[in-house]
Nanobody
Framework: QVELVESGGELVQPGGSLRLSCAAS????????MGWYRQAPGKERDKREF??????????NYAGSVKGRFTISRDNVKRTVYLQMNGLRAEDTAVYYC????????WGQGTQVTVSS
């Protein structure tokens, strides 16, 4: 079965950095477009916010709020997608979800990122 496992979320101070990872299994990872979404505290599940994506060919796209601070990348050998987050702000606090999309969409369980002093 398909499994996406996120890791790397933790409590960090404003201005700090984190790198999230999402390890995939059960899919042909290289053909999937991969993405990161986030759900802020108190927001409903259908209010997940797009953060960043990377296509199977490596084309990236970012939400305006994170452009220049976050970088998405992928390692097809390790079947893992990463999200490097720099210059973190309090408003980046959320549960971050990994998404895999190719004909069907799959989601991970999420990893909590908290930005607070």
């Amino acid at each position: 079965q398909v499994e996406l496992v996120e890791s790397g979320g933790e409590l960090v101070q404003p201005g700090g950095s984190l790198r999230l990872s999402c390890a995939a299994s059960g899919i042909i990872f290289s053909v999937f477009d991969m993405g990161w979404y986030r759900q802020a505290p108190g927001k409903e599940r259908d209010k997940r916010e797009f953060v960043a994506s990377i296509t199977q060919s490596g084309i990236t796209n970012y939400a305006g709020s994170v452009k220049g601070r976050f970088t998405i990348s992928r390692d097809n050998v390790k079947r893992t997608v990463y999200l490097q987050m720099n210059g973190l702000r309090a408003e980046d606090t959320a549960v971050y979800y990994c998404n895999a999309n190719y004909r069907s969409a799959y989601w991970g369980q999420g990893t909590q990122v908290t930005v607070s002093s």
